[in-house]
């Protein structure tokens, strides 16, 4: 004759319960460990990505270009103006020197040009023009950002001291 069974009782299935509900919590509390690890790493991280200096194009750029156009323009001294407008247009005033403040901008007491963004990417630089093609009407945003002019990319071949040419 076969045994007889032992019934099951809620003591068993409790017993049951139990083991699985250690495993359970010893699994959530292993996840939230790894969670704060993981978090900690992205704190160090964002702190790491907030660190990282940008890098702009005025001032590794422009204000070079501008100081060695400076050297070969004697009894000048040079002003850095920008970006602004739409066009990030950047400026270099090459002022003569001892001209009286309120008169630096009158006559040949300066002289400037204006630079805006090419393709920044490929560190690209253009010359803004100085002929108006008028495509955009007095007074309009296009017109008061310096949209009417042409702005010529620089080649990267170009020996810095040619662009005095450039220099009204």
Same mark, same amino acid.
């Given at each position: 004759?076969? @045994?007889?069974?032992? !019934?099951?009782?809620?003591?068993?299935?409790?017993?049951?319960?139990? &083991? @699985?509900? %250690?495993?359970?919590?010893? %699994?959530?509390? %292993?996840? &939230?460990?790894?969670i704060e690890a993981l978090k900690a790493e992205l704190e160090k991280k964002k702190?790491?990505?907030?660190?990282? =200096?940008?890098? *702009?194009?005025?001032?590794?750029?422009?204000?070079?270009?501008?100081?060695? /156009?400076?050297?070969?323009?004697?009894?000048?001294?040079?002003?850095?103006?920008?970006? *602004?407008?739409?066009?990030a247009r950047y400026a270099i005033h090459f002022y003569k020197d001892g001209a !009286?403040?309120? $008169?630096?901008?009158?006559g040949d007491n300066c002289r400037s040009i204006t630079f805006t963004p090419g393709? /920044?990417?490929?560190?690209?630089?253009?010359?803004?023009?100085? $002929?108006? +093609?008028?495509?955009? @009407?007095?007074? +309009?945003?296009?017109?008061?950002?310096?949209?009417?002019?042409?702005?010529? !990319?620089? +080649? !990267?071949?170009?020996?810095?001291?040619?662009? /005095?040419?450039?220099? =009204?």
């Amino acid at each position: 004759m076969a @045994k007889k069974k032992e !019934p099951v009782t809620v003591g068993d299935l409790s017993i049951a319960y139990c &083991r @699985k509900h %250690k495993q359970y919590k010893r %699994k959530l509390a %292993k996840c &939230r460990a790894e969670i704060e690890a993981l978090k900690a790493e992205l704190e160090k991280k964002k702190a790491a990505y907030n660190a990282v =200096k940008s890098v *702009f194009w005025g001032e590794e750029i422009i204000h070079p270009i501008g100081r060695i /156009l400076e050297a070969e323009m004697p009894g000048r001294h040079a002003e850095f103006l920008g970006p *602004f407008g739409l066009m990030a247009r950047y400026a270099i005033h090459f002022y003569k020197d001892g001209a !009286p403040e309120n $008169e630096q901008c009158l006559g040949d007491n300066c002289r400037s040009i204006t630079f805006t963004p090419g393709e /920044l990417d490929d560190g690209e630089i253009c010359i803004e023009g100085d $002929e108006d +093609s008028g495509l955009w @009407k007095q007074g +309009s945003i296009g017109e008061l950002n310096g949209m009417n002019y042409e702005h010529t !990319p620089v +080649s !990267p071949e170009t020996p810095i001291t040619d662009i /005095l040419k450039h220099v =009204k």
